[in-house]
C-alpha cells in the first residue's frame, strides 16, 4: 500500500482544487515563507482525523476555510481528500484497489467524513487507519517545533505515542470499546435487576391472587358436580311429577264427569216429583247454603293449597329470585346484594314470612275443618228434611240417597283435583326456579353443565345438595368475576420476569467475555509493547549513535504514580472520551516510558541538559528509530531538518534514503541536502491573490526557490 494522491480544496490558503501525486518513494515540497507549503502537511494531519485545532494552527472550524480576499471569494467549504493504493488490501476491511477517505467542514463547524463517497463517522476512520498503523498525530507526521515533542512528552503519553508507532492503537481502540461496552453491560444488568426487583412485589401478588382463583375454580369444580347431581336429580322429579299429575287429572276429570251426568239424571227425576210444601222450600234453602258452604270450603282448600306449593319450595333453600338482572327475596321482595348482610337480612324476613305463613296454614286447617264439619251437619240436615218430604216415596228416597251419595263422591272428586291443581301450582314454582338455577349454572360454571343434563331416579333433591350450592354461589359470587384479566396480566408479569432473568444471563455471559477480552487484550499489548520496546531501543541506539558519533540512548519502561481523577487526565484522553470511546477504567495507566541517553565525550546523562541542536538530533534518532520497527506506509516530516548543520545534513538524508526503502516520505523542507534526495519536488508559491498555488521545479532552481 501506498499513498498515491492528496487533493486540497478551500483549506486554509488552498483556495481553488489542489492535486498532489505520490508516485516516488521520496517526495520534496519547497517554497518561501509564507507560501503555504505547511498547510499541505496540515490538510494531511486533518483529513486523518485531528481533532487539536491548536496542531492545525486554528481556533475553530471556520479557521480552516478559505476567508477570501480581493480577486478570490472566500469558500463556504474546506475538503481534503487522500487516496490510497489498495490493490494489497491492507485495508482489509475494503474490498476496493483504492482507499479515498475524504473530510469535510462548513462555516457551521459540522465535520462531515466518507470512505469512498460513503458517510461514516470519525470512529470509523480512525479504525480503519489503525488497520495500517496512521493516524492524525501519530509519529509518521512530525511538524517543525514538534520534532521533539516525544522528548518533551510526559512518561504516560509517551507510552502512547510508542504504542501508536508499534501499531498497537488499534489494540488500544479495541480495549476502550470493550471497556466502554462492559461498563453499559453493568449499566443494563443494574437497570434490569432493579426492573426485576420493581416488579418482584406486584408478581407475588398476583401469584397470591392466581391461587386465590385456583380456589374459585376448585369451588366451581364442586359446584359443578352439585349441579349435574340436582339438575339430573330435579329433571327426573319434575318429569315424572308433571305426568303423574296429568294422569290423575285426566282420571279424576273422567270419573266426575260420569258422576255428575248420573246425578243430574237423577236429580230430573226427584225433580218432577218435588212440591211447593215448606220442607221442599226448607230444604232447597239448605241445598242453596250447602252449596255456598262447599264452595267456601273449596275456596278454602285452594288457599291452603297455594301456602303448601310456597312451603314445599321454602325446603330447598331458595329463596332468591332475579327479575331484569336484579336479586330480589321471593317472598318479601326485597333487593339482595352480593354481602352477607344482605343475605342474612333476606333470610330472616324470608324465618318471618313462612313463620306466618304456618300459622295461616294453621288457621286454614282449622276453617277447613269447621266447614267440613258444618257441610256433614248440613248434609244430613238435607237428608232428614227429603225423608220427611216423602215418607211415602221409597224410591224418591232411594233417589235422593243415590244422589246424595254421588254428590259425596263428586265432592271428593272435586277435592282431589283441587289438590291436583295445588300440586300443579307447587310443581310450576319449583320448575321455575329450576330453570333459574340452570341460568345461573351457565354463568358460573359454563353452559355444558346444562346442555348435557344426566336423568337420575331420586324423585327429591337432598336438601343438604341445595344448601351446599347456595353457599358455593355466595362465596363465588363475593370473588366476582372470572379472574380472566387477573390470569392475563399474571401470564404477561410472568412472562416479563422471566424475560428479564434471561437477560441478566445474556448480560453476565457477555459482561465475562468481555471481561475475557479485556484480559486478552491487556496481555497482547503488554506483550507486543516489550517485544517492540526492545527493538526500539536497538534502533534508537544506532540511529543516535550514527548522529552523535557515539554515545547511548534507551527507552526505559517505568512504573508511575497512578491518577485518580479526570482532572491529571492528559488532552489525549479528553479527546478519546469526545470521539465516544471512554476514558481508561483506571484513568490512567500505571506505566510509562522515560528516555535515557548518554552523550560521547560529555557528561550528559539527562534530556534537560542536551542543547536545541541535541535535542533536535535526539528527537530525530527516535522519531527514526520508531519508524524502522513498525514502518508506516508514509511518512511526513515537516522541516524537521531546519536546526541541523551541513554535516549533520549529510547523515540525516542518509537517514532518509534508508528510511525510504521502508515508508513512503514527504518532505516539507529548505534543506539543499535534503531536497537533493528527493525523487520529485513540488513548489508551492502565493501569488497576489494569498492563494496558495503548485508549480512544476526542477531541482537546479529549488534552492534559489525556496529561499
Known sequence: ?????????????????????????????????????????????WVLGEQS?????????????????????????????ITFDNSKRHFSSIDFDEVSITREVGRDGVNEYSVNGSQVRLKDVYELLGEVSIGASSHHIVSQGEADRILNAGAKERKGMIEDALGLKIYEYKKLESERKLSQTEENIK???????????????????????EK??????????????????????????????????????????????????????????????????ERRKKEEELSLLRSKKDECARS????????????GENYVEEQAGVKKCRFCGQRIGADENAHAEARAKEEEKLKEARGEKESLNTELERLEKEEGEMVRKIADLSRA????????????????????????????LTRNKIGEESLRIREEDYKREMGEAAVLVGRDVVDNLETRSPSEVDLDIRKKIERLKIRIEDFGGTGKEIVKEHEETEARDAHLAREIEDLNKSAESLQSLMDDLTKTLDERFKSGLHKINGEFSRFFS?????????????????RSSFAKASQDDFLDADLGMGLPSEALAEEGVEISVNLPRKKIRGLEQLSGGERALASIALVFAMSQVNPPPFMVLDETDAALDE???????DMIEALSKKSQLILVTHNRETMSRANVLYGITMGSDSTSKLLSIKFDDATAYAK
Open 53 to 81: 485545532m491548536k496542531s492545525l494552527r486554528g481556533k475553530r472550524g471556520e479557521d480552516l476555510i478559505w476567508s477570501g480576499s480581493k480577486n478570490t471569494p472566500r469558500s463556504n467549504r474546506a475538503t481534503v481528500t
Open 389 to 416: 218430604q216423602d215418607q211415602n216415596s221409597k224410591e224418591q228416597i232411594e233417589a235422593e240417597r243415590a244422589v246424595f251419595g254421588l254428590r259425596e263422591e263428586s265432592n271428593k272428586l272435586e277435592n282431589l
Open 546 to 562: 550514527l548522529l552523535f558519533g557515539g554515545g547511548e540512548a534507551e527507552l526505559k519502561l517505568t512504573k508511575i504514580e497512578k
Open 191 to 213: 437497570e434490569a435487576e432493579l426492573l426485576r426487583r420493581e416488579l418482584a412485589p406486584h408478581l407475588k401478588f398476583l401469584r397470591k391472587q392466581i391461587s386465590e382463583i
Open 1 to 45: 500500500m501506498y499513498l498515491k494522491e492528496l487533493d486540497i480544496t478551500g483549506f486554509k490558503s488552498f483556495a481553488k482544487k489542489t492535486s498532489l501525486s505520490f508516485d516516488t518513494p521520496i517526495t520534496g515540497i519547497v517554497g518561501p515563507n509564507g507560501s503555504g507549503k505547511s498547510n499541505v502537511a496540515e490538510a494531511l494531519r
Open 304 to 315: 291452603l293449597g297455594r301456602l303448601e306449593g310456597m312451603l314445599e319450595v321454602s325446603k
Open 216 to 281: 374459585v375454580d376448585q369451588m366451581r369444580q364442586e359446584l359443578r358436580t352439585f349441579y349435574q347431581t340436582y339438575f339430573a336429580s330435579e329433571n327426573f322429579y319434575i318429569k315424572t311429577t308433571t305426568f303423574a299429575l296429568k294422569s290423575e287429572k285426566v282420571k279424576l276429570e273422567g270419573e266426575l264427569r260420569t258422576i255428575n251426568d248420573k246425578k243430574r239424571l237423577l236429580e230430573a227425576t226427584m225433580g218432577s216429583e218435588a212440591g211447593s210444601d215448606s220442607t221442599s222450600i
Open 647 to 653: 554535516a549533520n545534513s549529510r547523515k540525516y538524508g
